[in-house]
């Protein structure tokens, strides 16, 4: 089945103590998301990865990480996490041929950062 | 730089009444145009989208959009409301070529479907 998957979905954790959440797809596609949801905002895009290797900022970069050594993974890093990162999270990848253009998203992963 | 308006943070409507949720554009190009829902405590699921073939689009579940590069609109409707459409809509643009892969979203709109 294709999709993608996010660990952990839920993830109560402290202020300034290191997190990562995982992303991972199994379509071989090359273009990875983050984005985060916040009531009233809508999705908001953190990075993108167009490829292994090749990351760009979203319009939300700030306060976040990520790299892409292999193609299905795509981890987003919070080094430093502050309560205004508590959010709800969702990965995306989609196929670079535009032809069928289409971000198949993971279930999300509500982070509270207390 | 693209943008996405969607009128409306909450529509009520009745089982069986017609469903609008209006979404507003920018983009300097011809863009890709998308509308996702999301269900209470789930994630997003791709309704339906725009990839510049026919302007009148067909989704799943009864919903259809139609493109309108005059008005810059991509409004979302469904003759008749069902009780199991209640959920959060989104619209979406991606202005493609060198933006390709960065999705644009609006703030949504939360329908409620009323017995």
């Known amino acids: 089945e294709a999709q993608v998957t996010q660990n952990p979905r839920y993830l109560i954790t402290v202020t300034g103590k290191k997190l990562t959440v995982t992303c991972s797809q199994n379509m071989n596609h090359e273009y990875m998301s983050w984005y985060r949801q916040d009531p009233g905002l809508g999705l908001r895009q953190i990075y993108y990865s167009m490829n292994v290797e090749v990351t760009d900022k979203g319009d939300v970069p700030e306060g976040y990480k990520v790299s892409r050594k292999e193609k299905r993974n795509f981890p987003l890093i919070l080094e430093s996490p502050s309560p205004n990162q508590t959010s709800l999270y969702f990965c995306?990848?989609?196929?670079?041929?535009?032809?069928?253009?289409?971000?198949?998203f993971g279930p999300g992963t509500r982070l509270t950062v207390t | 730089a693209q943008s996405v308006t969607q009128l409306g943070s909450h529509v009520s409507v009745s089982e069986g009444a017609l469903v609008l949720l209006r979404c507003n554009y920018s983009s300097s190009v011809p863009p890709y145009l998308f509308w996702y829902v999301q269900y209470p405590n789930q994630g997003l699921q791709l309704l339906l989208k725009y990839t510049s073939a026919a302007t009148l689009v067909k989704g799943i579940n009864g919903f259809e959009a139609e493109f309108k590069k005059s008005e810059t609109s991509f409004h979302l409707t469904k003759p008749s409301a069902h009780m199991s459409d209640a959920a959060e809509y989104f619209c979406?643009?991606?202005?493609?070529?060198?933006?390709?892969?960065?999705?644009?979203f609006g703030q949504g709109t939360i329908l409620t479907v009323h017995p």
């Open positions: 995306a990848s989609n196929s670079a041929w535009q032809g069928n253009h289409e971000q198949y």
């Open positions: 979406a643009v991606d202005a493609g070529g060198t933006s390709y892969g960065k999705l644009t």
